[in-house]
Every structure is written in C-alpha cells, then in structure tokens.
C-alpha cells in the first residue's frame, strides 16, 4: 500500500491564481481531511469528509472548496489564492469517524502564494 | 484561548535524561487524547494514545488529568533520535483532531 499521497510536494502561486492540491490513499479509509500547519501554530482542520458524496467544513474552511467523488481521492481546491494561504497543508485519512487514533497523514504540500 | 496549549520549548537535554511535556485543554467534554510526533517537514506521526488510567510505550508514558484538564508525555533516557516536536491533540467529533502547536525537544550528546 502507499498509504497516502499527496501531489504536488512543493508549490507557488501567484496572488489570485487556482490551484488544485491532490490528496489520494489506497487503503479504502472513509473518513479523509485537510489541515494546515503555519508556523508557530498548531494543524487546523480545513475540510473533512466521512464518506463518498460528503463534505463537511472545518475550523478554517473559507477560500477552499473540496468535493468527494470516489472513496480514494479528496482534492482540495484554492479557489484564488492569497499570501495568507502560504502554509504547509496535510491531507489525512482514517477508517471510520469512530476512529480517531488511525489517522495516517500525507506527506504535505508546501504552497508559498506571492 | 486556545483548545490545546503547549510550551513551545525548545527543551534542549542530554541523552539519558527525562523529560517532561505538559498540555492543557479546554473541552472538559473532550474524549480521546493523543500524543503525536512530527519531524522536521514531516507529518505528524502517531506516538500514543493518552488514557485516563495512564499508559506506558517503553520509554515514554503518557497521563490524563481531567479533573485539571492537562495531559503529560514523559520521556524517559532519552536518545538523541528523540529529538522532534511532540504535538498534542484531542480528537472532536467526527475525527476532528485538535492540535497544539507542539513542544519541540532537541536531545544532544
């Protein structure tokens, strides 16, 4: 298994530009999420997804939209991108909304927006 | 204030020492605690799991204080691959994981 992948591993943006982070993982997990970590604060929740067709929003969902059409792939779309979304994001995925201590973590994508 | 609070450190020991980590929270309802770890540009990574009874993982133990709200991460002989930041977290509904901002260790010769 790969577990979860994530594309593209480093970004950068222009002010305004779209962009779309890939998020994947093969281990047939419902429950996927997006966090992400800036400096000097902890991971924060952005979007989440329990299942196929379902998306719910997070602590910090405003500028991003995601969807869920297969059970693999959580995409998290920029929708037009802005310095403050410079961070490091992590795309998360588990087996079920009951288990939160088997979350696997991605690898990250580092976005710099200028 | 924050949900999940931590010291940032960095707490700079010896290898052999142990060393302590305190985390406060907010959500006296809260459930499940953990204890993860995160590398330099890494994802965090699962250490532990934080019960109320306390729970051991060779080197390191973990506790739960709810009546105080704090959990701890204890350290024991520390090695030099110890070094990292150390995150708590409280899962919220629906696997929400709320994270500290993390205690980075630095363990040197």
């Known amino acids: 298994n790969a577990g979860v992948t994530q594309t593209p591993k480093f970004q950068v943006l222009k002010t305004g530009q779209s962009m779309t982070l890939q998020c994947a993982q093969d281990?047939?997990?419902?429950?996927m999420s997006w966090y992400r970590q800036d400096p000097g604060m902890g991971l924060r929740l952005i979007h989440y997804?329990?299942?196929?067709?379902?998306?719910d929003q997070g602590e910090v969902p405003n500028g991003y939209n995601v969807s869920r059409s297969t059970t693999e792939d959580f995409p998290l779309r920029l929708l037009s991108a802005a310095p403050s979304q410079t961070s490091v994001y992590f795309c998360?995925?588990?087996?079920?909304?009951?288990?939160?201590?088997?979350?696997?973590f991605g690898p990250g994508t580092r976005l710099t927006v200028l | 204030r924050k949900e999940v609070e931590q010291d940032p450190g960095p707490f700079n020991v010896p290898e052999g020492a142990t060393v302590a980590f305190n985390c406060t929270y907010s959500?006296?309802?809260?459930?499940?605690f953990f204890w993860y770890r995160q590398d330099c540009r890494k994802e965090p990574k699962l250490l532990m799991s934080?019960?109320?009874s306390g729970n051991e993982d060779g080197r390191f133990t973990a506790q739960l204080n709810r009546a105080s709200q704090y959990i701890s991460l204890l350290i024991r002989d520390s090695k030099l691959s110890d070094s990292a930041t150390y995150l708590c977290?409280?899962?919220?509904?629906?696997?929400?994981?709320?994270f500290g901002a993390g205690t980075r260790l630095a363990v040197h010769p």
């Open positions: 959500n006296s309802a809260s459930q499940s």
């Open positions: 934080v019960y109320s």
């Open positions: 997804s329990v299942g196929a067709g379902i998306t």
């Open positions: 998360a995925s588990s087996y079920g909304a009951g288990s939160p201590d088997t979350q696997y």
């Open positions: 281990m047939n997990h419902e429950y």
């Open positions: 977290v409280r899962a919220g509904g629906y696997n929400k994981l709320i």
